[in-house]
């Protein structure tokens, strides 16, 4: 399988946009290939790597850059390891498709392996939520703590609607089409960061995502003996599902579950209303793990 972009100069335009957000994180960071069964992930290291290891995992077609608003603050606790997902828009290279949960576990575990973590802190917003709890109910002796940001799916089937306004932007790849889909996925009616934007509109015109996981809805029987403190953030304005029937079924799957219903927040939550998440997130992983389960 060849890489997802349509040629070798596409590629380069990408990646010089990727570049260019990166200079957004205003920070000195790192970035590293790690090869596994499924291709090459790339990941970004920020913050001290004494300090214990919290993975991010981004939406879907919003690659690692998409934390630029995050990472300043979240390496106050932890050292941060934002990777791009294999198969979707960012730096990772794959020559083989993921194409169910099992691979997908199969692909975090592989990198976890590779950076020696036996148990890391997992965050991951939209996609990347799904991902991330599918790896939890799997492998919950590799997980201290579990954020998820309005996982796709997840906890309630996502609306026919994100579809009607996703695809078009896959398929057309216009600007317009594009802008109309993040516009929706804003709580406050705002198109995505100029920079980031770029970069997001270079990914739609020049690549195809080949990561074929969709998100699902998790089976109660799933969350069996399932004990990771766990935190769940859905803004009020959420529009891929009803955010208070997420958030109430979650509750039910999971015993202690923390969770933040963020005020006149949409699916853009994490960009858009950055200070109240990193607030949140930070007093969450501060918690001791005995304090949030009891």
């Known amino acids: 399988m060849g890489s997802i972009f349509k040629s070798r100069a596409t590629e380069e335009e990408y990646y010089h946009c990727y570049e260019k957000s990166l200079e957004w994180f205003g920070l000195e960071g790192t970035s590293r290939y790690i090869a596994t069964t499924f291709g090459d992930t790339h990941v970004l290291c920020f913050g001290d790597p004494r300090k214990e290891p919290l993975i991010l995992l981004h939406g879907m077609t919003m690659s690692s850059t998409m934390w630029f608003p995050n990472i300043k603050h979240l390496i106050q606790e932890r050292c941060v390891y934002a990777v791009d997902i294999m198969g979707d828009f960012g730096k990772s290279k794959p020559t083989v498709v993921i194409k169910n949960r099992r691979a997908a576990n199969q692909w975090i575990l592989e990198v976890l392996d590779a950076m020696q973590f036996n148990k890391v802190d997992l965050a991951g917003h939209s996609m990347g939520?799904?991902?991330?709890?599918?790896?939890?109910?799997?492998?919950?002796?590799?997980?201290?703590?579990?954020?998820?940001?309005a996982p796709a799916g997840t906890f309630h089937r996502i609306s026919l609607k994100f579809f009607m306004k996703i695809y078009p932007a896959l398929l057309f790849h216009t600007e317009k089409w594009?802008?109309?889909?993040?516009?929706?996925?804003?709580?406050?009616?705002?198109?995505?960061?100029?920079?980031?934007?770029?970069?997001?509109?270079?990914?739609?015109?020049?690549?195809?995502?080949?990561?074929?996981?969709?998100?699902?809805?998790?089976?109660?029987?799933?969350?069996?003996?399932?004990?990771?403190?766990?935190?769940?953030?859905?803004?009020?304005k959420e529009v891929i599902y009803p955010a208070e029937k997420a958030m109430a079924n979650a509750k039910r799957l999971i015993p202690n579950l923390e969770t933040h219903l963020i005020a006149g927040a949409s699916h853009s939550l994490t960009m858009e209303h950055a200070d109240v998440v990193n607030e949140l997130t930070l007093f969450f992983l501060q918690k001791e793990n005995d304090t949030i389960m009891g």
Not at 129 to 149: D, M, T
Not at 226 to 231: A, G, L, S
């Open 129 to 149: 939520g799904f991902l991330s709890l599918n790896f939890a109910l799997a492998y919950p002796e590799r997980v201290s703590k579990l954020l998820l940001y």
């Open 178 to 236: 594009i802008d109309n889909a993040f516009l929706w996925f804003s709580g406050k009616g705002e198109s995505l960061h100029p920079v980031f934007r770029s970069q997001v509109i270079a990914g739609y015109r020049h690549a195809k995502p080949r990561l074929q996981v969709m998100p699902s809805v998790f089976g109660e029987q799933e969350f069996h003996n399932f004990y990771i403190p766990t935190m769940l953030l859905i803004g009020d």
